[in-house]
T-cell receptor
Framework: KQEVTQIPAALSVPEGENLVLNCSFT??????LQWFRQDPGKGLTSLLL?????REQTSGRLNASLDKSSGRSTLYIAASQPGDSATYLC???????????FGTGTRLKVLA | SQTIHQWPATLVQPVGSPLSLECTVE??????LYWYRQAAGRGLQLLFY??????ISSEVPQNLSASRPQDRQFILSSKKLLLSDSGFYLC??????????????FGEGSRLTVL
């Protein structure tokens, strides 16, 4: 059974710092790994999708990497801003199914 | 472009009352459709998913049910709500053209409070 873990659960950093969010999954048999952002009381917004054959994806200040063999993905945020404050979730698409399994998220606060 | 609509956005219901949450996707055809629940301070729990009209897979045994009467419509229902049904319900879709699962997109969510 696929399990997805995100560490840390919460993170508070000063503006301008580069930071890394971690996502671990127990079963390497995945189609893809996706990172989302969730603002309080809102739905999830897709940030980056990494296919199982890819190693990383970039969008602006965001870079996500995938290491299937070790069951890890990281989301790198460069030059953090207060507007980056949100909860970040990762989800693994389980091979052989139509399911996406989510981590519990990292709540990020960027201080001005 | 594709959009996903979910309603109602907020509702407060008494214990034992029925529930109907609706989700509609526009701009795509034959999507995979999903219902997730997010309890306060917790991750997303997959409740139901559907890969076609009338095809529903249930992940969690409970007093909720789902239906897909049309290709782009997904409905979450209950005949009698429990206090434990309170939470934030999220509908999502993915395009599976050429593969079982693609990028996942979410609606804005429906916050249910059962009193």
């Amino acid at each position: 059974k696929q399990e997805v873990t995100q560490i840390p659960a919460a993170l508070s950093v000063p503006e301008g710092e580069n930071l890394v969010l971690n996502c671990s999954f127990t079963d390497s048999a995945i189609y893809n790994l996706q990172w989302f952002r969730q603002d309080p009381g809102k739905g999830l917004t897709s940030l980056l999708l990494i296919q199982s054959s890819q190693r990383e994806q970039t969008s602006g200040r965001l870079n996500a990497s995938l290491d299937k063999s070790s069951g890890r993905s990281t989301l790198y945020i460069a030059a953090s801003q207060p507007g980056d404050s949100a909860t970040y979730l990762c989800a693994a698409a389980v091979s052989g199914t139509y399911k996406y399994i989510f981590g519990t998220g990292t709540r990020l606060k960027v201080l001005a | 472009s594709q959009t996903i609509h979910q309603w109602p956005a907020t509702l407060v219901q008494p214990v034992g009352s029925p529930l109907s949450l609706e989700c509609t996707v526009e701009g795509t055809s034959n999507p995979n459709l999903y219902w997730y629940r997010q309890a306060a301070g917790r991750g997303l729990q997959l409740l139901f998913y559907s890969v076609g009209i009338g095809q529903i897979s249930s992940e969690v045994p409970q007093n909720l049910s789902a239906s897909r009467p049309q290709d782009r419509q997904f409905i979450l229902s209950s005949k009698k709500l429990l206090l434990s049904d309170s939470g934030f319900y999220l509908c999502a879709w993915s395009d599976r053209t050429g593969r079982p699962t693609g990028e996942l997109f979410f609606g804005e969510g429906s916050r249910l409070t059962v009193l």
